[in-house]
């Protein structure tokens, strides 16, 4: 599967962005999905998953009640909600997908999954 992901830019703190990334290539629905991020100087650090069954969610608590995961399996996308930015989530965020077993399965680990998309820039200004 290939991953496409976008929506990222500049924000205020305290602002919302709406990331988005496109799946093409397989059935979507097969695929549990996640988002990780990456700021400089740092390692990929998890943010949120859902499962493959759209029914199971999971955040870091960095961004609890702050971000929200979400697909539309017709149009073979995930998406991010994150609102009340601060300028510590300034990162690229990457989405990532892998075929998932368990119908309710998350995946937090960036070694569990299979596929990335490219990566989408996210800047928060203080």
């Known amino acids: 599967v290939q991953l496409q992901a976008s929506g990222g830019g500049l924000v205020q703190a305290g602002g919302s962005l709406r990331l988005a990334c496109v799946a093409s290539g397989r059935t979507f629905s097969i695929y549990a999905m996640g988002w990780f991020r990456q700021a400089p100087g740092k390692e990929r650090e998890f943010v949120a998953a859902?499962?493959?069954?759209?029914?199971?969610?999971y955040y870091a608590d960095s961004v609890k009640g702050r971000f929200t995961v979400s697909t539309d399996n017709a149009k073979n996308t995930v998406y991010l909600q994150m609102n009340s930015l601060k300028p510590e989530d300034a990162a690229v965020y990457y989405c990532?997908?892998?075929?998932?077993?368990?119908?309710?399965?998350?995946?937090?680990?960036?070694?569990?999954?299979?596929?990335w998309g490219q990566g989408t820039q996210v800047t928060v200004s203080s």
């Open positions: 990532a997908a892998v075929h998932a077993a368990g119908y309710y399965r998350l995946f937090s680990g960036a070694a569990e999954y299979q596929y």
């Open positions: 859902i499962s493959s069954s759209r029914t199971t969610t």
